[in-house]
């Protein structure tokens, strides 16, 4: 790592490189010398690349330092006659290989295809674009190079030396920029994908959902967020008894788990140790987002993990809720008004509708969505009116009066026509998971962007309304990030800090739903449950705050179309087969 900022400085700054700092780098293995920029930004870039993989303990990384350490010792002795650099390279080979055992994490098999396949699309692509930048000023070119001289040169200024290609003024230094930029991000991508860690394309099989969701008939109440691990873009890890499971979603390297362990709690550390081998097998970041304290009580004592609390949920007791009392005014004046103004409400379980509605509401929900991608990990199920999940439960907003908008309305807007069922105009849908066999959580709150305000609201009064019906006796709601530093930071006699870490919240909420969620939340009187996340170290937490963003989809980042992993069979994970196999066994 260290060679490698001195590289990048010596790419960067001129001056640099002519200084006796860098010169007495140039011992170092690595270090390249002042005659060529571009050449040594790309060297710098790719050290650091390797110096990630080699703190990883990645296998493939360590065969690459391997063969380079003899390479650049050899290059010492021959070209700098330098006894010092062929000493320091083999200094850093001898404890390489002692411990070579050291770097055993796991490579993705696929990377490799995709690293050569990177390579000869990005080399071919900037090839074709170098010779556009090298004939682009045909009257600063000095002479009338032929194409094999111009293919030369670029082939040349991509790895930072000067071709056979002259220009007058200052062009040939532009040219040359714009060649070793292009060398520079070809090399830069091929050597990402040939060293990233594995990224898994997680699909939850038939096998493991049945499995999972007999663990959630026998102890879901456990958890409010136990349905959410029937999310079919997580792979799960069992326990060796089978009793307890743990999924999870490898995003940027981390190993992202959500909510407490599925199952018998008297099972947990056994499934959280297979989820630690699995990490330590493939150099992941082990990281659990919105566990309970029970779960990350058993988290921090079997893995010797930490904890820090994330934010809490929102849980409202059927039993104790009423929309009568001054503390319930605003809620109640509010969907009165939306009642009055021609709605109705509708609670059922998905079981109980027809296909047809289903797809309505299915086709409504995605009009509506306000993002491209769908958002949610930790408390989103990513799917509505699956035949499986019948035991969900569904609220419906309609518009029946007069008042509805023609059918030629709804066309100017994009709606469909088959938004209007039997019950009127479609508005509003919330999707609730069960919680248990007496509870749910809430999962999706969907609207109209031309409906009335105060939607939400209307429906989770109905929900909460209908719930003794259903034998529904506890509902959670959104989860509030921060939310005690929120309600603290808002009281009389509130220290500086306390303020400040408030006001900053208030600040990123322009962005992030942080103090409206907590607002809307506590309209409805709820209990608050506090959750938490499980970090390994304090160093890893931007990171893991990064993926989670990614998981949840606030963030996206997306590789270009040919690059991206195609929808396969998963390769089964290191007790996968041993899994399968006690299954099957139990079953037989």
């Known amino acids: 790592m260290l060679v490698g900022f001195l590289d990048i400085a010596a790419g960067v700054f001129p001056r640099f490189r002519h200084s006796r700092m860098h010169r007495m780098a140039e011992v170092l293995p690595g270090s390249l010398g002042p005659f060529a920029a571009a050449l040594s930004l790309s060297a710098g870039v790719l050290l650091l690349l390797l110096a990630h993989g080699l703190r990883r303990r990645k296998r493939r990384a360590w065969r690459a330092a391997v063969m380079l350490l003899p390479a650049g010792a050899m290059a010492e002795y021959v070209y700098r006659h330098s006894v010092i650099g062929v000493v320091i390279s083999v200094a850093l080979l001898l404890p390489l290989l002692r411990h070579r055992s050291e770097f055993a994490a796991l490579p993705d098999p696929r990377s490799r295809w995709r690293a050569l396949a990177n390579f000869v699309l990005m080399g071919a692509g900037s090839l074709s674009l170098g010779l556009i930048i090298v004939s682009v000023h045909p009257h600063r070119l000095v002479g009338d190079p032929s194409v094999s001289d111009r293919i030369e040169h670029v082939l040349y200024g991509m790895v930072g030396f000067e071709g056979p290609v002259d220009y007058t003024g200052n062009t040939s230094w532009t040219v040359g920029f714009s060649l070793g930029a292009l060398g520079l991000l070809t090399a830069v991508t091929t050597i990402y994908l040939a060293l990233r860690p594995e990224h898994p394309a997680a699909r939850l099989t038939d096998a493991d959902e049945a499995r999972l969701r007999v663990l959630l008939d026998k102890h879901g109440d456990r958890d409010s967020l136990g349905h959410f691990a029937l999310r079919r873009d997580k792979a799960v890890v069992f326990s060796p008894s089978g009793k307890a499971a743990v999924t999870y979603r490898v995003v940027s390297g981390v190993m992202l788990a959500s909510g407490d ?83 109705e409400t509708r609670v059922r379980r998905i079981r109980d509708l027809g296909e047809g509605e289903l797809e309505r509401i299915r086709r409504a929900a995605e009009n509506w969505r306000g993002t491209d991608t769908e958002r949610g990990f930790s408390m989103a199920l990513g799917r509505i009116g699956d035949p499986a999940d019948g035991d969900c439960l569904i609220a419906t907003a309609h518009r029946i009066d007069g008042a509805s908008r023609s059918a030629s309305g709804r066309a100017a807007d994009g709606r469909a026509d088959d938004e209007t069922g039997p019950y009127g105009d479609l508005k509003a849908v919330l999707h609730f998971v069960p919680w248990g066999t007496d509870g749910i959580s809430l999962d999706l709150m969907r609207r109209d962007r031309s409906a009335d305000p105060g939607m939400n609201e209307l429906l989770i009064v109905a929900a909460l309304q209908a719930a003794p019906k259903l034998g529904i006796r506890h509902v959670s709601l959104n989860f509030a990030m921060f939310r005690s530093a929120l309600a603290r930071g808002e009281k009389i006699g509130a220290g500086p800090v306390l303020r400040a870490w408030r006001g900053l919240l208030v600040f990123l909420s322009r962005w992030f739903q942080i103090e409206s969620l907590y607002k809307f939340n506590a309209k409805f009187q709820p209990r608050w449950e506090p959750r938490f996340v499980v970090y390994a170290s304090s160093r890893d937490l931007p990171r893991i705050g990064l993926a989670a963003m990614q998981a949840e989809g606030f963030v996206n980042f997306a590789l270009p179309r040919f690059l991206r992993r195609t929808a396969r069979s998963p390769r089964p994970c290191a007790h996968g087969l041993a899994d399968r196999g006690m299954g099957a066994a139990s079953g037989a």
């Open 261 to 343: 362990p599925i199952g018998d709690v008297e099972a947990w550390p056994g499934a959280i140790e297979r989820f630690m081998d699995e990490a330590r097998a493939h150099s992941w970041t082990p990281a659990v987002m919105g566990c309970s304290e029970t779960g990350g009580e058993v988290w921090t004592r079997e893995t010797g993990l930490d904890a820090l609390e994330l934010g809490d949920e929102a849980v409202v007791d059927v039993v104790d809720f009423s929309l009568s009392g001054r503390a319930m005014r605003n809620v109640r004046q509010m969907v009165k008004r939306i009642e009055r103004a021609g709605y």
